[in-house]
């Protein structure tokens, strides 16, 4: 009886530290006071959601060169720039941009799972300002807000809204979704963050090196 009394005591006191300390911290990673309770495009359409993230990172690269790599993300497109074994089939994501995957409209369609059975459409876009998803349900909603700061620098915010269903089996995938959706977001944006600097960087030394004229 005391080892499931004990085992039970241990449980409670992980989900109170994760209800108390750990996830409000996850849900505003990187985020300043400002950013995690500021309005943004789509706030309006999930209504009483249960989980509000609010991502944030800077980037050193302008809104324009950020933007490409958000428009061809998804599962069988460029990838996530995340955990490829778990959101692309192990198929590595892309370290360029593409150019099949540089279209966008209200209505696209962005597949999360390899067999593109689960993802979201684009309920709405301003280039290169923000992308905005949606479920179609107004259960959740998914934004990425770009907006320049300094000189040739990016603020990446992303929100996600969700209103969970707590009908079986999906009260399990929400559970799991909760405690680490934060591990392929952060590692989503650390992504993004390299690949438009490498790309920003390198375009740079292009434009920099010195023209050698012929005799």
Partial sequence: MLP???????????????????????????????EAVGALPGDDIVAGPHFVATRA?????????????????????????????IDNGNVP???????QFQQLSVGH???FTPDQKNGMWVKAYAEP?????????????????LSATGEDATRLVTRL?????????????YVLYDFGDIIMMSNCMKGIKARAEARWARAHL?????????A
């Fill in 206 to 214: 292009d434009s920099n090196a010195p023209q050698i004229q012929a």
């Fill in 4 to 34: 499931l009394l004990y085992a039970f005591l241990a449980l409670a006191l992980v989900v109170i530290l994760y209800l108390t300390v750990i996830r409000p911290r996850q849900l505003t990673w990187g985020a300043t006071q400002k």
């Fill in 129 to 145: 300002d923000y992308i905005l998803w949606w479920d179609q349900k107004e259960t959740a909603t998914w934004g990425w807000y």
């Fill in 57 to 85: 990172i800077t980037i050193q690269a302008p809104p324009a060169e950020v933007w490409q790599w958000i428009v061809q993300i998804g599962s069988r497109r460029a990838g996530w720039y995340s955990l490829d074994f």
């Fill in 109 to 111: 369609y962005v597949p």
């Fill in 161 to 173: 809204r969700t209103r969970y269903d707590f009908s079986f089996p999906w009260v399990l995938y």
């Fill in 93 to 99: 994501s892309s370290r360029d941009i593409l150019p």
